[in-house]
């Protein structure tokens, strides 16, 4: 079992930044492929970024540039930089065992970008 706990949203005017974390605890967890996803009012979830074990990172095309993913063992953050209203969501962490194909998902943290 792996327990995620998201913290530093906010709100904040456009063109501002946020960093975002994710305590994650469990047995094996710093192996795990870990990620931020963000779910808009009336959208789908979909994935911002993530990062392997090894520290390769991928991006959505609507956040490359600015936003950053990094990670410590088993803790995971997201530096957003020049936020903009399209990124107000609720951002989820997720840890993802590649082998098992198990997902473990925190409660999320809400990010609102004002005009």
């Known amino acids: 079992q792996v327990y995620l706990e998201e913290s530093g949203g906010g709100l904040v005017q456009a063109g501002g930044s946020l960093r975002l974390s994710c305590a994650a605890t469990?047995?094996?967890?710093?192996?795990?492929?870990m990620g931020w996803h963000r779910q808009a009012p009336g959208k789908q979830r979909e994935l911002v970024a993530s990062i392997t074990s090894g520290g390769s990172t991928s991006y959505a095309d609507s956040v490359k540039g600015r936003f950053t993913i990094t990670r410590a063992n088993a803790n995971v953050w997201l530096q957003m930089n020049s936020l903009k209203p399209e990124d107000t969501a609720v951002y989820y962490c997720?840890?993802?065992?590649?082998?098992?194909?198990?997902?473990?998902w925190g409660e999320g943290t809400q990010v609102t970008v004002s005009s």
């Open positions: 469990g047995n094996g967890v710093s192996m795990y492929l």
């Open positions: 997720l840890a993802y065992h590649l082998l098992t194909k198990t997902n473990y």
